[in-house]
């Protein structure tokens, strides 16, 4: 009488995970092939590679369960058949479950959004490298730029970017202190973003650091190949902290060729300015933080560039349309200007991949449950 024994085994299954490795370089290697003439490969959303973590895991849901799956025959006995090797077919039997695995591999790769810049994509770029020093101390409340000092500053500086094409520009904020708030960039969008999420009290605005303000912009034009370096200073006050002073400062521009163009906002002096109000009646604005028009011209002087008052917002606009009129161009290889979107090899791959399975599943490859 025949008894029932298990068919099957339980071993891992090499043969298949050999193959995925033999096929997953063959991908690999192709892809390599197309990006061969990329200087620089990056992911924009290097968080997405967390997915692929998903290849294993299909590996043992489509490979390694299946093969430890064990089904209940009545046989008088399988010695026989245990003792048999395995054939090339039965080796490669999962090849379309293997696909897919690959497939699931490259669409995480793809969602990453892998990007490159290429050697023949580098091109000629008219421009100049400006570092934008904002003042965000407590005293650019004061609303006699409207709405106040700080908000009118940071909608000339915004027009003043998107008027900009091929310019790399910085955004350096100070008062107490003096930090980077973005770095020279092309990018105008994620510069007029973070200029956009400036207000008071981001840092500590007790004092105003001019001359840490200036460092700190050198220190970003440093290692420029730009002809051109400009800063533009922004404050409302006199330097009353930091470890640099400004004229210390100014020198360190003259030295490295930077011109800097001050812009001192409202007021030029304690007795205040004359403006008009909402009813057209001309009224005196008091300036109540100490002020220093002399060091800001001093400054601008020493490095070449100029120095601007802005007493409201109109005179604001004018200045920043003079200090473009005094920027020289210069031309710079920037190799950053034509970024590259590389996904759509990995999601073209996958596709195949998949729909190459799909026609295998329809061949002998197919599988019962």
Known sequence: MGKTERSGSAAFPKAELLLLLLLGALVAAGLYLHFSDATTF????????????????????????????????????????????????????????????????????????????????????????????????????????????????????DEFISRRSGDRIGLVVFAREAYTHCPLTLDYGVLRTMLGELNLGLIDGAATAIGNALGVSLARLRNSDAKSRVVILLTDGENNAGNVTPRQAARYAAAMKIKVFTVLMGPSSSSGAIQRDAFGRRIRILRQHPVNPKLLREIAEQTGG????????????????????????????????????????????????????IALRLTRFRQLP
Do not use: C
């Open 306 to 357: 100029q120095s601007f008052l802005a007493t409201d917002r109109e005179a604001l606009e004018q200045n920043f349309q003079r200090i473009l009129d005094e920027l020289d161009k210069s031309t710079r290889r920037d190799v950053g200007a034509r970024l590259e979107q590389a996904y759509r090899p990995f999601v073209i791959t996958a596709l195949g991949l998949v729909l190459l399975a």
């Open 42 to 157: 990056t992911f924009a959303r290097p968080w997405a590679l967390l997915l692929l973590s998903a290849a294993p895991l299909t590996f043992y849901t489509l490979i390694v369960s299946r093969h430890r799956r064990t089904a209940s025959l009545r046989f008088s006995s399988i010695a026989a058949l245990a003792r048999l090797r395995r054939g090339l077919f039965s080796r490669i039997a999962a090849l379309p479950a293997i696909l897919e695995i690959l497939a699931v591999t490259l669409i995480a790769l793809a969602l990453a959004q892998p990007q490159t810049r290429n050697r023949e994509n580098t091109v000629e770029v008219e421009g100049i490298d400006i570092v934008l020093a904002l003042d965000l101390s407590g005293s650019m409340r004061a609303s006699d730029l409207r709405p106040n000092r700080l908000e009118a500053a940071k909608k000339v500086i």
